[in-house]
């Protein structure tokens, strides 16, 4: 029994049509917007894949050899064997890494729908074919420009026979074969290395000059004889007055074949440039996630009673950025990444009150009360999947309007996959290997090159060392290397150990014969790998200390982390004075003042002191506590305006007595009560500030407990990622899709015969009567034929099913549906037509 090859596609539409069910899938999944919404048949999706936009997307997604495979197929004949492409790609000396990578190259293009046909025919897309071809308003990168044929277009027959008589070639009778015969022998390497030849040197060297590119040159009205030379023979044509382009066959001789300066087929190699211990890594990583966590807890509880207003166009002003920073101790760029992150994890934003602030949200609270590692996985998978780049915070948008923190226009669509492809580099080396940031960037411009200039400047590049600096802030990464923690939450495989020596010749492989980049994890698998991180940060984090070490200088140093009950009370009762590896607190007048405001007494504070401090309580700090303790309260305050009262007159004397309580406009009401113009609140600072330690009470002469009124927004959603077009779709989404399509492509190419409503080859739906549908629905239940419909659905959509009537009463018609594989049932007043099937169809 013999097999027949299938025939050649004539048409993209059927070279998908060629494709099964997992090819499809793969295009789909590359090229999400092909299915934005699901085309009605494969003839629909081969439209769509060939629209401006579409190719733009998937040029943009090739690595660069595919790229420079496509430039290449851009400037060869169409359609092109593939013996020319490779000389196009490897020239006329091949290079064996070309030659082996050139296949898979191929395939990837048609993976892409942007190539297809056998490999004698090989077709480029047409709009990804105009994209790529050389042209005076958009050169090509490979630096050709037009073929003899489109550069002599305007030229008048005498100039053309006079260029084939001078280049040494018989005359023609017509312009066309004469453009054919200077192209012949353009493209014959021996005749043009004789014509050469004989060239002056000034005109090699002009030649030289225009081979890579660009072609083009301007030339006076009278040019020079080397300049002559090259014009009378056809070398360089001219192509507007002044202007001369040397033509694409002519610089193919030049580079020997060749369409690039050099082809690319394997992808720079990510070079270590130190290499650490794991587990000084793991250590270090762990240690930066600990110091990530306390800022964080810093930056909101700074914010606890009420953050910064919101600027009327949105986000955080540049002057409260700055008080950030300050307070946190660490640069402004520093201080928007940990603005931005928690905004991004769902823990702070703006209240929606009318006097509109910044605050900490409900799920804030709730954070507080997990585990250390669990908030650390929480904080780098919001990281990891934000959209939001606080990289551009201080830079200015389209529209020349500054950046600023959690403010609009943050948003890069690219930085999630950016930041997990920088992160995937790392977890392909070896255990605490730390690469260079060029040879990650060199391999990120490899992976997606820029369509014209390469710059360090790009948004990727700028992503890219962003994602290197905040990986390491957060505590992905140590030292520059991946920790484990990091490489659990990517989902990467444990590391190879460091290697001596190369194990074989796999870092010169082709890129298109290497593993598959990891792919980003469902959110299923995501919480596994967070829970695999968290088991591994957990031993390395500080175990939260339970006491401070109390000093003579009226100072408590935590030599770690503190229990939080134990943190919050040093909050009230001290001041930070230092923070580091151990934080130093400082027991001022006002801080011990604080405290007794909120409510603790003297001898709570004595027995808090005593119980958490691992050395004796020194005597200035008791003594402090008294002293202000003693004091506090003396002088009371109310709302009269705001009134002074005191048992001692002798001490309302002198202060009214004292030049700076002149402001505060005070007046004696009693011989125990002064009044005030100025409120309560400005009469306790005034009075502060003055030394005393006056203390605020009710309207029934009770002391006023003040205590810090912790400020939440409305419960809040993380902000949603931006993303980058179409979301990719899952497996579930593709098989339906692929179903609804080939179900359509089964309607709109199964032959039918002719009717007097539509022709078989129009494409349009089918036209009959009621009448004429009933009877023939009606008699295709007693033959068990197959019909061939036109259905319009409740929402007005139309299209072509083929069906086997089974049933037809009521008004409806119950019938087998091949386009999709079931039995259903059809309003006969939505069926626009009948038409039966080729008698070669089932």
């Known amino acids: 029994m013999s097999t027949e090859d299938p025939p050649a596609p004539r048409s993209l539409?059927?070279?998908?049509?060629?494709?099964?069910?997992?090819?499809?899938?793969?295009?789909?999944?590359?090229?999400?917007?092909?299915?934005?919404?699901?085309?009605?048949?494969?003839?629909?999706?081969?439209?769509?894949?060939?629209?401006?936009?579409?190719?733009?997307?998937?040029?943009?997604?090739?690595?660069?050899?595919?790229?420079?495979?496509?430039?290449?197929?851009?400037?060869?004949a169409d359609p092109a064997p593939y013996d020319e492409l490779l000389g196009l790609m490897a020239g006329d000396r091949p290079d064996p890494a070309v030659v082996a990578a050139l296949p898979g190259a191929v395939a990837a293009l048609r993976e892409q729908a942007l190539l297809w046909g056998a490999d004698d025919r090989l077709r480029l897309v047409r709009t990804a074919r105009e994209l790529l071809a050389p042209s005076p308003q958009h050169p090509s990168p490979t630096g050709l420009g037009p073929t003899v044929q489109e550069a002599t277009a305007g030229m008048s027959p005498g100039r053309i026979q006079e260029i084939v008589t001078t280049a040494g070639l018989a005359s023609t009778h017509d312009s066309v074969s004469a453009v054919a015969s200077l192209t012949g022998l353009f493209r014959d390497r021996e005749r043009m290395a004789a014509l050469l030849a004989g060239?002056?040197?000034?005109?090699?060297?002009?030649?030289?000059?225009?081979?890579?590119?660009?072609?083009?040159?301007?030339?006076?009205?009278?040019?020079?004889?080397?300049?002559?030379?090259?014009?009378?023979?056809?070398?360089?044509?001219?192509t507007a007055p002044g202007t001369v382009v040397l033509a694409r066959e002519v610089a193919l001789h030049l580079r020997d074949g060749r369409a690039h300066r050099e082809a690319e087929p394997v992808p720079p190699a990510v070079e270590p440039a130190a290499a650490h211990r794991p587990q000084v890594v793991d250590a270090t990583a762990a240690g930066q996630a600990y110091t990530a966590l306390a800022t964080v807890e810093e930056l909101l509880k700074d914010w606890d009673e009420g953050g910064p207003q919101v600027l009327r166009a949105g986000g955080l002003s540049v002057r409260d950025l700055k008080r950030t920073a300050v307070a946190l101790d660490v640069p402004e760029p520093v201080a928007a990444f940990w603005v931005e992150l928690a905004y991004a994890a769902g823990l702070l934003a703006s209240d929606g009150e009318a006097d509109e602030r910044y605050a900490a949200t409900p799920a804030w609270d709730e954070w507080l009360e997990r585990p250390a590692a669990e908030r650390w996985t929480r904080l780098a998978e919001a990281w990891l999947a934000a959209t939001r780049t606080s990289g551009l915070v201080g830079g200015r948008d389209a529209k020349d309007r500054a950046l600023s923190a959690l403010g609009p226009?943050?948003?890069?669509?690219?930085?999630?996959?950016?930041?997990?492809?920088?992160?995937?580099?790392?977890?392909?080396?070896?255990?605490?290997?730390?690469?260079?940031?060029?040879?990650?960037?060199?391999?990120?411009?490899?992976?997606?090159?820029?369509?014209?200039?390469?710059?360090?400047?790009?948004?990727?590049?700028?992503?890219?060392?962003?994602?290197?600096?905040?990986?390491?802030?957060?505590?992905?990464?140590?030292?520059?290397?991946?920790?484990?923690?990091?490489?659990?939450?990517?989902?990467?495989?444990?590391?190879?150990?460091?290697?001596?020596?190369?194990?074989?010749?796999?870092?010169?492989?082709?890129?298109?014969?290497?593993?598959?980049?990891?792919?980003?994890?469902?959110?299923?698998?995501?919480a596994v790998a967070s829970a695999t991180a968290a088991r591994l940060l957990t031993p390395l984090l500080p175990e939260p200390l339970d006491h401070v070490l109390l000093q003579a200088d009226l100072t408590a140093v935590a030599p770690g982390p503190l229990r939080r009950p134990l943190a919050d009370m040093l909050d009230v009762?001290?001041?930070?004075?230092?923070?580091?590896?151990?934080?130093?607190?400082?027991?001022?007048?006002?801080?011990?003042?604080?405290?007794?405001?909120?409510?603790?007494?003297?001898?709570?504070?004595?027995?808090?002191?005593?119980?958490?401090?691992?050395?004796?309580?020194?005597?200035?700090?008791?003594?402090?506590?008294?002293?202000?303790?003693?004091?506090?309260?003396?002088?009371?305050?109310?709302?009269?305006?705001?009134?002074?009262?005191?048992?001692?007159?002798?001490?309302?004397?002198?202060?009214?007595?004292?030049?700076?309580?002149?402001?505060?406009?005070?007046r004696r009401l009693?011989?125990?009560?002064?009044?005030?113009?100025?409120?309560?609140?400005?009469?306790?600072?005034?009075?502060?500030?003055?030394?005393?330690?006056?203390?605020?009470?009710?309207?029934?002469?009770?002391?006023?407990?003040?205590?810090?009124?912790?400020?939440?927004?409305?419960?809040?959603?993380?902000?949603?990622?931006?993303?980058?077009?179409?979301?990719?779709?899952?497996?579930?989404?593709?098989?339906?899709?692929?179903?609804?399509?080939?179900?359509?492509?089964?309607?709109?190419?199964?032959?039918?015969?002719?009717?007097?409503?539509?022709?078989?080859?129009?494409?349009?739906?089918?036209?009959t009567t009621a009448a004429e549908t009933l009877a023939t629905m009606q008699a295709a239940v007693l033959t068990g034929e197959a019909l061939w419909i036109g259905y319009v659905n409740a929402d007005g959509a139309a299209s072509q099913r083929v069906i086997a009537p089974v049933r037809v009463e009521g008004g409806f018609v119950t019938a087998y549906d091949h386009t999709a594989d079931e039995v259903r049932t059809y309003p006969l007043h939505r069926i626009t037509g009948v038409a039966e099937l080729a008698d070669d169809q089932p």
Request: aromatic share 2%; glycine share 6%.
């Open 13 to 76: 539409a059927e070279a998908l049509r060629a494709r099964d069910d997992v090819s499809l899938a793969a295009l789909l999944r590359s090229r999400p917007d092909l299915i934005t919404p699901v085309p009605t048949d494969l003839t629909q999706l081969a439209t769509r894949a060939g629209t401006r936009a579409s190719v733009l997307r998937a040029l943009e997604r090739l690595d660069r050899f595919a790229l420079q495979t496509a430039e290449a197929l851009a400037v060869a």
């Open 199 to 238: 060239a002056p040197a000034e005109s090699r060297e002009v030649l030289s000059r225009l081979v890579w590119g660009p072609p083009y040159g301007q030339v006076t009205a009278d040019p020079a004889v080397h300049l002559r030379w090259l014009l009378d023979r056809g070398l360089l044509l001219p």
């Open 409 to 526: 226009g943050l948003d890069r669509s690219a930085a999630p996959e950016v930041r997990h492809r920088v992160l995937t580099l790392l977890a392909a080396l070896p255990e605490g290997a730390a690469p260079s940031a060029e040879s990650v960037l060199a391999r990120l411009r490899w992976e997606r090159p820029l369509r014209g200039p390469q710059r360090d400047d790009d948004l990727r590049s700028r992503l890219a060392r962003w994602t290197l600096s905040e990986a390491e802030l957060l505590g992905i990464t140590g030292r520059g290397a991946l920790s484990a923690q990091g490489r659990a939450l990517l989902g990467a495989p444990a590391a190879k150990p460091p290697q001596t020596e190369p194990e074989g010749p796999g870092d010169k492989l082709p890129v298109h014969h290497r593993p598959a980049p990891l792919d980003p994890l469902s959110p299923a698998e995501q």
């Open 573 to 666: 009762l001290a001041d930070v004075e230092s923070k580091g590896g151990a934080t130093v607190y400082r027991f001022t007048p006002g801080s011990v003042r604080r405290a007794l405001d909120a409510g603790r007494a003297a001898a709570d504070l004595h027995a808090f002191l005593a119980a958490h401090s691992r050395t004796p309580v020194p005597q200035p700090l008791t003594y402090l506590i008294d002293d202000v303790a003693r004091r506090h309260g003396h002088l009371r305050i109310g709302a009269a305006s705001a009134y002074v009262r005191c048992d001692d007159d002798t001490l309302l004397n002198e202060i009214l007595a004292d030049k700076r309580a002149a402001a505060l406009r005070l």
């Open 670 to 767: 009693a011989p125990t009560v002064l009044a005030a113009q100025a409120d309560p609140a400005t009469l306790l600072d005034g009075l502060r500030a003055m030394g005393y330690a006056p203390a605020a009470e009710s309207a029934e002469g009770d002391v006023l407990i003040t205590r810090a009124h912790a400020h939440r927004t409305p419960p809040r959603t993380a902000p949603e990622p931006v993303p980058e077009g179409p979301p990719v779709p899952d497996s579930t989404l593709l098989a339906a899709a692929i179903r609804a399509i080939r179900a359509g492509d089964l309607a709109s190419t199964t032959p039918r015969k002719p009717t007097n409503a539509t022709s078989p080859a129009s494409g349009a739906l089918p036209r």
